[in-house]
Nanobody
Framework: QVQLVESGGGLVQAGGSLRLSCASS????????MAWFRQVPGKQRELVER???????YYKDSVKGRFTISRDNAENTVSLQMSTLKPDDTAVYYC??????????WGQGTQVTVSS
């Protein structure tokens, strides 16, 4: 069973940057895709960005040009570089992995707070 651990959240002013990292306990090459979701209280968890095993990416419209997802297959990590942060980006960010044999796997989440 793959386990995911996020790091890098925190408090930042609007316009600032943060980098989130997600470390996998197993090889990410075996995973169909990895992604970052976010959730605010009272709302559904939403997909922010996803990267496939082949490197194909999907971005939520509101983060295009500001967030970049990347993966390091050798280190078994996936990162989310966030720039020009806005207060609306405040949320708990979750790392997600999906594979046919595993289904969805989630990290514990990391809080990102953007002050205005």
């Amino acid at each position: 069973q793959v386990q995911l651990v996020e790091s890098g959240g925190g408090l930042v002013q609007a316009g600032g940057s943060l980098r989130l990292s997600c470390a996998s306990s197993g090889s990410i090459l075996s995973l169909n895709h990895m992604a970052w979701f976010r959730q605010v209280p009272g709302k559904q968890r939403e997909l922010v960005e996803r990267i496939s095993r082949s490197g194909t990416t999907y971005y939520k419209d509101s983060v295009k040009g500001r967030f970049t997802i990347s993966r390091d297959n050798a280190e078994n990590t996936v990162s989310l570089q966030m720039s020009t942060l806005k207060p609306d980006d405040t949320a708990v960010y979750y790392c997600n992995a999906w594979a046919v044999e595993l289904g969805d796997v989630w990290g514990q989440g990391t809080q990102v707070t953007v002050s205005s």
